[in-house]
């Protein structure tokens, strides 16, 4: 299966094509709220891989309307994350912790 097109110019941003502009609407959404660089980048970012490498390849949807939550459901079963920028990799937590035993 071939992964999102990619935009010409901007380097690691999929392509989200006629779902672009409401992405763009989003990052101006949340810089209005005040929210912080890293997380208006992150949050679109995982939007627009959504649109791009989901919506519109495999789904064939070309508009929000047209998606609905059994799509998100599709698409964070799969094993398909973006791919992680250098340097922005989370490591998993090496040693799993154990909840506090609550017997009564």
Do not use: C
Not at 46 to 58: D, E, H, K, S, T
Not at 60 to 79: I, L, N, P
């Amino acid at each position: 299966m071939a992964g999102p097109r990619r935009r010409h110019g901007r380097a690691g941003q999929p392509d989200a094509g006629p779902l672009g502009a409401d992405i763009a609407s989003f990052r101006l959404h949340l810089a209005a709220e005040g929210k912080a660089a890293r997380t208006v980048q992150g949050y679109t970012g995982a939007v627009r891989w959504f649109a791009a490498a989901y919506l519109l390849g495999q789904a064939g949807k070309t508009s929000w309307e047209q998606a609905d939550g059994h799509d998100v459901r599709q698409w964070t079963a799969r094993d398909n994350p973006p791919p992680h920028r250098a340097g922005h990799h989370i490591a998993p937590n090496p040693r799993p912790t154990a909840l506090p035993d609550r017997r009564g």
